[in-house]
């Protein structure tokens, strides 16, 4: 058996994960086929510091022909709340009231860091629950090496080719086989207040499409409706982490780069990552985002004490007719090219008792057929996972009706997948450290990505 993966890495990115916030390397670091269980795994060891450790599992390989069945009963967990949360349950019940062999206990808990916490623990007592809708979801399997999913999506029934690519990426650990199945993803999208621009007399029709003109459009409005009250921005996002890795793909910044080795080396200081800084930085320097406020942004946006703000897609389901002013959105301005990292929640199969591995594929493959997942998106605002879906009379209607949803399902074009490695809750951590630091000049550009670099470095080479 491998060496024993040390506890603290389940906890500490529980800790650290925040909803919707997502790390990543480019998809050309990401070579090998996914639906292929990997033939070895980097081995590590690591304790926690009272010694307690947590046991990898052995490569598993899951049959491609289905078992003779037993009924069985599955523990659900779920990190989604809310329309999505409803939503998610309603068809689950729907599964449940359909199928003789599986009866489900759903469970809410919590939102993303919660359930990754509660996993976390639950994974060291074997007391996990079956199956889990959560955030970063490889890492509770494919960090176990549990590639067990690899087989599974082979089956000719759940048609594995029909994914859209990047979304298989974002379900794999290190770029290795795949471990999870995409629902409930999202990615940012730029929403605006409307009704504030149509005052300001702002004409929308032929919308910034780079940041620099997205910046000259927020300085004109700071002019027009900056008297409107003091706490008046032009723009903030909710998710900084999730925005500035997305702006430094934009602008050729790899990010983390993983070498021959199998390691995770950061390399989100060179210049280009430095231009991206900068600009952030001017943001705040000419009013134009408050300096540190982030965790405020989307009640700021919804007072309407803010024209723009960067939010997830999963904003289109909740805040329909829940403002006092017209939504509207428009695609993210980018810098060199066209780039949004892909964000949202994965299913995972948690138990390894071979009985209960087939009910969980019957139900993971009912959530995620083109016409259920197409339900799913259009009650929720995260984004179809098939590429059929695009195809469905209903989706059609939602994109030729619904401006939110037409802007949401058009950045597919363009959006890219992260993988999934051991501390990307504790480069989240550090990136959010950094700009709050910058924001708040204490630190020069440089240095602050020098340093979030450094920490980044250390905590990958203890690990």
């Known amino acids: 058996m491998k060496p024993m993966k040390k506890l603290i890495a389940f906890l500490l990115v529980a800790l650290l994960l925040l909803p919707g916030c997502v790390s990543q390397y480019a998809n050309t670091v990401n070579k090998a086929d996914p639906t292929a269980a990997p033939a070895q795994q980097t081995e590590t060891k690591t304790e926690t510091k009272t010694e307690a450790k947590a046991e990898e599992k052995p490569a598993a390989a899951a049959p491609t022909e289905a078992p003779a069945r037993e009924k069985q009963t599955l523990q659900v967990w ?23 062999l599986v009866d489900l206990e759903l469970s809410y808990s919590g939102g993303s860091a919660d359930t990754a916490t509660k996993v976390s623990a639950a994974l060291l007592t074997n007391t996990q629950p079956d199956v889990a809708l959560m955030y970063a979801g490889p890492l509770y399997t494919g960090g176990r090496n549990d590639y ?4 599974l999506v082979k089956r000719p029934e759940f048609d594995v080719d029909d994914i859209f690519p990047g979304m298989l990426d974002y379900c794999t650990y290190m770029g290795q086989g795949i471990c999870a199945v995409p629902f409930g993803i999202s990615t940012q999208v730029m ?10 007399g702002v004409d929308m029709t032929n919308p910034p499409k780079t940041w620099q003109e997205f910046y000259d459009l927020c300085a004109d409005l700071l002019v027009k409706l900056g008297g409107e009250g003091k706490d008046f921005t032009a723009f903030d996002v909710s998710d900084a982490p999730w925005l500035f890795k997305s702006m430094l793909k934009q602008n050729g910044c790899e990010i983390v780069v993983q070498g021959e080795d199998g390691k995770i080396k950061p390399v989100y200081n060179d210049a280009a990552a430095l231009e991206v800084t900068d600009f952030w930085y001017s943001l705040v320097t000419s009013g134009i985002m408050a300096a540190g406020e982030h965790d405020n942004a989307e009640n700021r946006f919804l007072s309407g004490n803010c024209a723009f703000i960067a939010a997830t897609s999963n904003r289109i389901s909740r805040w329909k007719g829940a403002t006092e002013f017209e939504l509207g959105a428009i695609e993210m301005p980018y810098f060199k090219d066209q780039s949004l990292a892909l964000g ?32 799913f998106a259009l009650a929720t605002g995260y984004l179809p996972i098939r590429k059929s879906e695009l195809n469905n009379p209903d989706i059609q209607k939602a994109l030729s009706e ?29 990136i959010r450290n950094m700009l709050n630091k910058l924001e708040k000049n204490r630190g020069t550009s440089q240095a602050l990505l020098d340093k979030a670099v450094k920490d980044l470095q250390s905590e990958i080479d203890e690990g």
């Open 78 to 100: 779920y990190a989604v709340s809310g329309t999505s949360g409803d939503k998610f349950v309603a068809m689950s019940k729907a599964f449940d009231e359909g199928s003789d």
């Open 148 to 151: 067990a999913m690899a087989e």
């Open 191 to 200: 929403y605006y207040n409307k009704t504030l621009l149509e005052k300001a």
């Open 344 to 375: 949202g929640n994965v299913m995972v199969i948690l138990t390894d008792d071979p009985q209960k591995v087939e009910a969980a594929w019957e139900y993971v493959s009912y959530l995620t057929t083109a016409e259920n997942n197409a339900e």
């Open 402 to 430: 619904n401006a939110l949803y037409s802007i949401a399902f058009k950045q597919l074009d363009y959006t890219f997948a992260y993988t999934h490695f051991e501390q990307m809750g504790t480069m989240d951590s550090l």
